[in-house]
Nanobody, 121 residues
């Protein structure tokens, strides 16, 4: 039974930083992909970043150079460091995971957290 729990969201002024965390459990195989997604009101869920089991990363163009995805395998924790935040980054941020080759497509991921709100003003 896979569980993912996000934390670290909040309100910040434009130009500020936040670091999101996602603690996960239940993956019994080592080749899993973890990703961060976001959804703003009235918009579709979109990919932010993903990280493969070997540490390879992918980013949406809108966050490249500002956001960094990482994970601590010993702590089973996924992170998203967000710098130079913009009002358009405001959304509910989700972490997600799945077994297999990493992708930025939300529909591929079977496991999701409950989301954490990020508001940039």
């Amino acid at each position: 039974h896979v569980q993912l729990v996000e934390s670290g969201g909040g309100s910040v002024q434009a130009g500020g930083s936040l670091k999101l965390s996602c603690t996960y459990s239940g993956y019994t195989r080592s080749n899993y992909c973890m990703g961060w997604f976001r959804q703003a009101p009235g918009r579709e869920r979109e990919a932010v970043a993903a990280i493969d089991s070997d540490g390879s990363t992918s980013y949406a163009d809108s966050v490249k150079g500002r956001f960094t995805i990482s994970k601590d395998n010993a702590k089973n924790t996924l992170y998203l460091q967000m710098n130079s935040l913009k009002p358009e980054d405001t959304a509910l941020y989700y972490c997600a995971g799945g077994i297999g080759y990493c992708t930025m497509r939300p529909s591929w991921y079977p496991n999701w957290g409950q989301g954490t709100q990020v508001t940039v003003s």
